[in-house]
């Protein structure tokens, strides 16, 4: 059973944010796009959403800093954050389950044949660390381990989470997203951690755990060695909304919004 949390002002402003951006996400997609002659331009008219994003963003700068994620999840997916504890027997075999994986996935990549080696990007190592976790969670008795479907029931590899585990038993879910990091870099504060609410393609669909997986690597491309690893519990993970406008070489040149336009003569043209 879920329970309503406390009102607060903060959490007005998160709840109005999530929901904003995921109306708009969502009106995106179902919304045909008109000819360019006919595109509207967007507006901040009084009381629009936009203008409340906008006024937000601007004006509430401290709010949107040290968000809990569980409070984000909760009001984009409307479903919970369970936070881990060692003392419930599931949850200390998840623990012991992952542990194991992990160690027998690293063993095996830093091996000289390694499938990794063959990969110059450490983002495309990624993928071969989530499917081999997927066949070690999968070969141990009482879980199962896949990769998590949207709410249109579609399978989807990009965006948070990337893994869905089910302890049989008891039927509880764990999501778990395995993260790359270079050796040295664990107190960086590059971002190396996002969530984007989506309601259609969202892949959180359960009360559940959210967990991290660290695993340094060597940074030599080509032969990438794999040392320690670390595994997080997200439910007291403390997140930040940096608001950022943007738009692509399609909304920008726009026919309407050129002013002029120079076309490079042809060698024909030019005699």
Known sequence: MHHAPKSSPFRSNLFVLVSIFTLLSCERRAAPTPPPSQTALPSATSGSPIEAIITTALNSPESLRNISFADVIRTSSGTEVIAMDLNQ?????????????ITRVIKRFNRPDSPTSAEKRINEVSKHFEKALQIEINATDGFLCAAPRTAAGKT???GYPDL???HQETGRVSYLDPKLIAAGSIHSSLRTFYYTPKKESG?????AHHLLLGIEHDSHSGAWKFTKWRLVDLSGLKIRLKPEFQASNKDIYLKKLILIENQPKTAAESK
Not at 89 to 101: C, F
Not at 203 to 207: A, E, G, Q, R, S
């Open 156 to 158: 989807q590899r990009s």
């Open 89 to 101: 027997n599931e949850d200390a075999e998840l623990i012991n389950t992952l542990s194991d994986a």
């Open 164 to 166: 869905r585990i089910v």
């Open 203 to 207: 892949k959180i669909l359960d009360d």
